[in-house]
């Protein structure tokens, strides 16, 4: 695993006419771990695309270091296509073997699934296919947001066990989840405290 | 190793062309021969009328057929995530969006190229215009495809953006027509060199244009 490291210091998001939060501080070293709480609506989308840097902060800054993955709501995986050609597109982009795309989708249960298009798939079958595409970039912070979102119990065990895994080869997750996500020795940061 | 712009031109030729989303080439295909086929029909059978306004058609009609694939140029991809996790691997939107210009190209800037045939002889065209106009179509079409892919970025995420990007596109476009259509009435390849310096220049803005447009998306 790459070194890595993410902080944050005094950031704020600004959506529309609205301050979600503000001042807010953080700093993740190799094989740390922080759940993001706070109620609907109060920003944790937006801090995790802030991080990645896909939104630019409205005060603050983000230092990171490593690559970055991301789960969302969004799979990326083309809705007509069938499942194994949208992920060999990833697949082929952060140049992965042919070995290890198998070994990732037989660990994930989407071994059944590649002659299926994306489109047919259930929300947890497609969060599924991007936690795939999410390993396959072996990235070293993974930003989860939702992770849990659709998924049946094996399926949120096997979440939990990936992201464990992860954290033990020296990375970092940052995950907004409203279900319970388990994990040892995780940092938690409520939003509402950076609230304005 | 294969370079990863050719992976993402790989996949967007495959979206693009024959068979990709929403019936790829072909659509833009038929309504660029339909309206050849209508023309005639419209103004009556008179040949010499034919000829003489035959050319300005098929240019008119190739600018329409251009903008039908606007919808699947940018926004699915905006829509699904796609640019979220090229930029997350160092992918610039510019890099991408200039190899999407070249596959939107090929895949209608060749193929109307091709179609010009059957048309110039549904309208009666003579040879030395059917040069001039594939000529032009040769040079004018990259210019569509650049102006193409920004104007669908910077719609893309609008309500009714398809609509707004048809309009926008269209007086954008003039130059382009002014210079590739009026080769045609002057005779001459100077109106063709400057159709092709006009494509230059959308080819050399567009990238850039449209990579801010899909920051902005974005934010």
């Known amino acids: 695993m790459q070194a890595c490291r993410l902080s944050a210091t005094n950031l704020a998001c600004r959506r529309g006419e609205r301050v979600l939060f503000r001042g807010l501080g953080m700093s993740l070293g190799p094989g740390e771990a922080l759940e993001i709480t706070g109620a609907n609506g109060i920003g944790k989308s937006s801090l995790l695309r802030i991080l990645a840097g896909l939104l630019p902060a409205y005060a603050g800054k983000v230092e990171s270091e490593g690559t970055i993955g991301l789960i969302d709501e969004h799979p990326a995986l083309d809705p007509h296509l069938p499942l194994g050609r949208a992920l060999s597109f990833w697949a082929d982009l952060d140049n992965i073997g042919f070995l290890a795309r198998e070994s990732i989708c037989d660990r994930l249960g989407l071994g059944d699934l590649l002659d299926v298009p994306v489109g047919y798939l259930s929300t947890g079958q497609k969060k599924r296919a991007a936690l795939a595409r999410l390993i396959g970039q072996s990235a070293a912070v993974w930003l989860l947001d939702e992770p849990l979102n659709g998924l049946d119990r094996a399926a949120v065990a096997l979440t939990e066990g990936l992201a464990a895994e992860h954290l033990a080869a020296g990375g970092i997750c940052v995950i907004a989840s409203h279900q319970n996500f388990t994990l040892a020795r995780m940092q938690q940061l409520a939003l509402e405290s950076h609230a304005p | ?219």
């Open chain 2, 1 to 219: 190793m294969m370079p990863r712009l050719f992976v993402i031109f790989r996949r967007d030729l495959g979206l693009l062309l024959l068979g990709g989303r929403k019936g790829g080439t072909v659509l833009p295909l038929l309504f660029f021969l339909s309206v050849a086929m209508l023309f005639p029909f419209a103004v009556g059978p008179d040949a010499s009328l034919l000829a003489r306004t035959g050319g300005g058609v098929i240019w008119i009609a190739a600018l329409l057929a251009a903008i039908l694939p606007f919808d699947r140029l940018i926004e699915p991809d905006l829509e699904l995530g796609f640019f979220d996790q090229w930029v997350l691997r160092g992918i610039s939107e510019e890099s991408v969006v200039a190899v999407r210009m070249l596959a939107h190209w090929l895949s209608f800037g060749p193929p109307l190229m091709l179609a010009a045939l059957p048309a110039s002889a549904l309208l009666g065209l003579d040879g030395e215009t059917l040069r001039l106009v594939e000529l032009g179509l040769l040079a004018g079409t990259p210019g569509l495809a650049a102006l193409g892919v920004t104007v669908a970025a910077l719609t893309a995420g609008l309500r009714g953006g398809t609509a707004l990007a048809g309009l926008l596109v269209i007086p954008l476009a003039v130059p382009l027509l002014i210079f590739g259509a009026g080769s045609l009435s002057t005779g001459g390849e100077s109106g063709i060199a400057l159709t092709g310096a006009v494509s230059l220049m959308l080819l050399a803005i567009a990238p850039f244009a449209a990579g801010a447009a899909i920051r902005a998306a974005r934010g």
